[in-house]
């Protein structure tokens, strides 16, 4: 495949939804081009890019398309390059893989999301490392603002800002690792006993959690209030497993070089 012909995924390097697109992609060996646009910025391009049809990231353009949403960006995948297949042959198994998909994506993803960023607004220095890691452009230029920006966007569109919120956010993730370790039942795989889009997805969303060397390192470590939640839960087989999936599965990116943050220069990129 020529680089011009490449699909081009449009991420957010910190996204948990994000990096479920890109092991979609890294896992079927599919080379693509990776933008990064700026955090915030991004949901007007988006909005652009999709004549409306969406404000977030991930968002794929592939044979022509523009493909929003990690779980349309993997059914699309499936179709266009099937093997390996991430969805089960078997039609039950591939309806009880998607359920699970859908399960994680509503009730895990938002909730850990919004508890990073909520734990992460208590500590600026941490929070202006990670702002410059994902927007070294933006950085460079907004200087002692961004911490300000970034809190302001978080608390908005995560409502990271709400303690009772964070607490909510709290029991939702110990829900969803009670979930996952009684859908494993102390098998390997959730469904049908091999790697699907359901174990992706659990893997993927968790990695905020877990934090598997394989998976996105923005910081280097997270915020201490956040760690005396989640240090002892990675001792549970749930996030036991979160590791091993990303040991196992986590294949190396097929990625040509990444772009720079420019949010002029994504315009024109991605133009017609």
Not at 60 to 73: F, K, P, Q, V, Y
Not at 199 to 226: C, K, N
Request: net charge neutral.
């Amino acid at each position: 495949m020529r680089v011009n012909d490449r699909p081009v995924l449009w991420h957010i390097a910190v996204s948990h939804f994000s990096e479920k697109a890109r092991w979609a992609l890294d896992y079927k060996g599919i080379a693509h081009t990776r933008r990064a646009p700026l955090p915030g910025l991004h949901m007007p391009l988006v909005y652009w890019m999709t004549r409306g049809r969406s404000i977030t990231l991930p968002l794929l353009e592939l044979d022509g398309e523009r493909i929003a949403d990690s779980t349309a960006i993997i059914a699309a995948l499936e179709r266009r390059f099937p093997e390996p297949a991430l969805y089960p042959s078997d039609p039950q198994e591939l309806r009880r893989a998607l359920e699970l998909e859908e399960w994680f994506d509503e009730q895990l993803a938002p909730y850990i999301r919004r508890l990073a960023f909520f734990e992460l607004r208590h500590e600026p220095e941490l929070m202006a490392e990670m702002a410059a890691r994902i927007a070294p452009a933006l950085a460079s230029t907004a200087g002692a603002t961004l911490v300000p920006y970034t809190r302001l966007f978080t608390g908005l569109r995560y409502r990271a800002s709400d303690a009772q919120g964070a607490e909510h956010a709290r029991g939702m993730v110990l829900a969803a690792l009670d979930r996952l370790e009684a859908e494993l039942g102390g098998n390997d795989y959730l469904v049908g006993g091999r790697f699907t889009v359901a174990d992706l997805t659990a893997a993927a969303l968790l990695y905020p959690l877990a934090l598997p060397p394989q998976g996105p390192q923005i910081l280097v470590r997270m915020p201490d209030s956040y760690e005396r939640f989640s240090a002892p839960l990675r001792e549970r087989p749930a996030c036991t497993w979160v590791q091993e999936m990303f040991t196992r599965h986590r294949l190396p990116a097929g990625t040509d070089a990444q772009a720079q943050s420019n949010p002029a220069g994504y315009m024109a990129a991605a133009a017609p």
